[in-house]
């Protein structure tokens, strides 16, 4: 069993910056990957940015450039560095945890087995 809890959103201007943390329980030995995911009122949950075994990331092209996932050394706290937030970038984030190894990190959210329970974005312009 893996619990999540996530920090840090907040309301912010267009342009500003925010870090999301995700402290996770002592299970973290068992998680493979860990990842952002957001979700907007109205639309569908999706991918932000993933890390591979605390080492190797991805992010969504939509972010690229602007946001950054990292994790402590111990991999029980994961981070979202979030610069140059736009008007779209509000909405409602979630931290979630893989146990399952397959090679890579998958940008699924049904792949992932574990959630927070979500810090919520706004960004004005």
């Known amino acids: 069993e893996v619990q999540l809890v996530e920090s840090g959103g907040g309301s912010v201007q267009a342009g500003g910056s925010l870090r999301l943390s995700c402290a996770a329980s002592s299970d973290t030995i068992m998680v493979y990957c860990m990842g952002w995911f957001r979700q907007a009122p109205g639309k569908e949950r999706g991918w932000v940015a993933v890390?591979?075994?605390?080492?190797?990331?991805s992010v969504a092209e939509r972010v690229k450039g602007r946001f950054t996932i990292s994790t402590d050394n111990t991999k029980s706290t994961l981070y979202l560095q979030m610069n140059g937030l736009k008007p779209e970038d509000t909405a409602m984030y979630y931290c979630?945890?893989?146990?399952?190894?397959?090679?890579?990190?998958?940008?699924?959210?049904?792949?992932?087995?574990?959630w927070g329970q979500g810090t919520q974005v706004t960004v004005s312009s």
């Open positions: 979630a945890a893989r146990t399952r190894g397959v090679g890579y990190c998958p940008t699924g959210d049904y792949e992932y087995d574990y």
């Open positions: 890390i591979l075994s605390g080492r190797l990331t």
